[in-house]
């Protein structure tokens, strides 16, 4: 079965850094991308970014540039979404998802990390 | 940047009823559309790609059709486990997700 397994639930100050991750299984996972959707409390869904684990390939939606970072390790089959510095306004779910190339969709997702920032 | 919007943004309907949903890019996107669904507290599940394609164990009342800019998703008879939001999401350029539409019980 493929699936993507998402770390556990984050409370974090603002201006702290943090790393979650994202372990796929059941499918080769240097051949496919995984993508990065964060959902904001009560609103929809907005693509971050995306990787390819076999190069590290990544594209960051503008939106997001420079306000995250996009990484994986291909030893253990896993991706990462990492903040620097962290903001209230950060407060989000966010949701790795497998990228078909062949028929360009995302599926399976990972059952979603909440991170929430508050002093 | 490549645009999507849905309508509605939700509406009412009864166990049995036949819902339409729309979905308009800002400019031509061929077939690279999808359609997810997502219930309260879960991940979304994949429904519909590339416009109009089932995805495995999706039943068949959910259809897709559309091309270019203008794109639906139809629920031929509504069932009480369909009541979730519905987004559009673009994969031509980037991946721009449609705000979504919220399908309540009326």
């Known amino acids: 079965e493929v699936q993507l397994v998402q770390s556990g639930a984050e409370v974090k100050k603002p201006g702290e850094s943090l790393k979650i991750s994202c372990k796929g299984s059941g499918y080769s996972f240097t051949s496919y991308w995984i993508g990065w959707v964060r959902q904001m409390p009560g609103k929809g869904l907005e693509w971050m970014g995306i990787?390819?684990?076999?190069?590290?390939?990544?594209r960051y939606s503008p939106s997001f540039q420079g306000q995250v970072t996009i990484s994986a390790d291909k030893s253990i089959s896993t991706a990462y979404l990492q903040w620097s510095s962290l903001k209230a306004s950060d407060t989000a779910m966010y949701y790795c998802?497998?990228?078909?190339?062949?028929?360009?969709?995302?599926?399976?997702w990972g059952q979603g990390t909440l991170v929430t920032v508050s002093s | 940047d490549i645009q999507m919007t849905q309508s509605p943004s939700s509406l009412s309907a009864s166990v049995g009823d036949r819902v339409t949903i729309t979905c308009r890019a800002s400019q031509s996107i061929s077939s690279y559309l999808n359609w997810y669904q997502q219930k309260p507290g879960k991940a979304p599940k994949l429904l519909i790609y590339a416009a109009s394609s089932l995805q495995s164990g999706v039943p068949s009342r959910f259809s897709g059709s559309g091309s270019g800019t203008d794109f639906t998703l139809t629920i031929s008879s509504l069932q009480p486990e369909d009541f979730a939001t519905y987004y559009c999401q673009q994969s031509y350029t980037g991946f721009a997700f449609g705000p979504g539409t919220k399908v309540d019980i009326k």
């Open positions: 990787i390819y684990p076999g190069d590290s390939d990544t």
């Open positions: 998802a497998r990228w078909t190339s062949l028929s360009y969709e995302f599926d399976p």
